[in-house]
């Protein structure tokens, strides 16, 4: 299994440039989710999804679309990229919504200029 | 959501144990004590968790106080791969917040050869 994966590793934008990471996990898992890391801090949760078509809101969504057409993938779209989302993305997945353990990607490292 | 309060930092010497505490006072009753880890440039890793009993795999012991108020995360033998951010989490299996991680700033851990 891959497990998690994430593209890109990188990603330059200017500002009001629309830009989706992508996030992949490959073990079946119903529950994904979206983080973003600031520096010196903690994860913040953006968006999350129990199953293919069911999205919904963290703590952090504002500027930041999602959807879940298939199981495996859960896209996070910036529609409008600001330098406030300058930050590292992490995808995590697990089996489902209560499970004990979730599974992070190795992350995006995004800047907005 | 309940809040962790952990030490911004700490060292250890290769070989030698390492207890990484964590309190945890509004702690409720359905709220499961999780630790992850983060290794440098790398997406947040699952290490133990517990409810109230302590807790052993391989990777950790988790040691729960009697009141859950706080908690113990043990090393039994640092190595240099273990030098990371260490974070200390409450998810709930009930409510609003079922099933969410919610990250602090967790414990930086420094591993001396």
């Known amino acids: 299994n891959a497990g998690v994966t994430q593209t890109p590793k990188f990603q330059v934008l200017k500002t009001g440039q629309s830009m989706t990471l992508q996030c992949a996990q490959d073990m079946n898992h119903e529950y994904m989710s979206w983080y973003r890391q600031d520096p010196g801090m903690g994860l913040r949760l953006i968006h999350y999804?129990?199953?293919?078509?069911?999205?919904d809101q963290g703590e952090v969504p504002n500027g930041y679309n999602v959807s879940r057409s298939t199981t495996e993938d859960f896209p996070l779209r910036l529609l409008s990229a600001a330098p406030s989302q300058t930050s590292v993305y992490f995808c995590?997945?697990?089996?489902?919504?209560?499970?004990?353990?979730?599974?992070f990607g190795p992350g995006t490292r995004l800047t907005v200029l | 959501d309940a809040k962790t309060t952990q030490p911004n930092s700490m060292e250890s010497n290769e070989e030698e144990p390492v207890h990484l505490p964590c309190n945890h006072s509004t702690i409720s009753g359905t709220d499961y004590i999780h630790w992850y880890r983060q290794l440098p440039s790398q997406g947040p890793e699952y290490v133990i968790h517990g409810l109230t009993s302590n807790v052993n795999n391989r990777m950790a012991s988790l040691a729960i106080a009697e009141d859950r108020k706080s908690s113990t995360l043990i090393l039994h033998r640092a190595t240099l791969r273990d030098a990371a951010v260490y974070y200390c989490?409450?998810?709930?299996?009930?409510?609003?917040?079922?099933?969410?991680?919610?990250f602090g700033q967790g414990t930086i851990l420094t591993v001396h050869p």
């Open positions: 989490i409450l998810r709930a299996l009930g409510g609003t917040s079922y099933g969410k991680l919610t």
């Open positions: 999804s129990v199953g293919a078509g069911i999205t």
């Open positions: 995590a997945s697990s089996y489902s919504r209560g499970s004990d353990t979730q599974y």
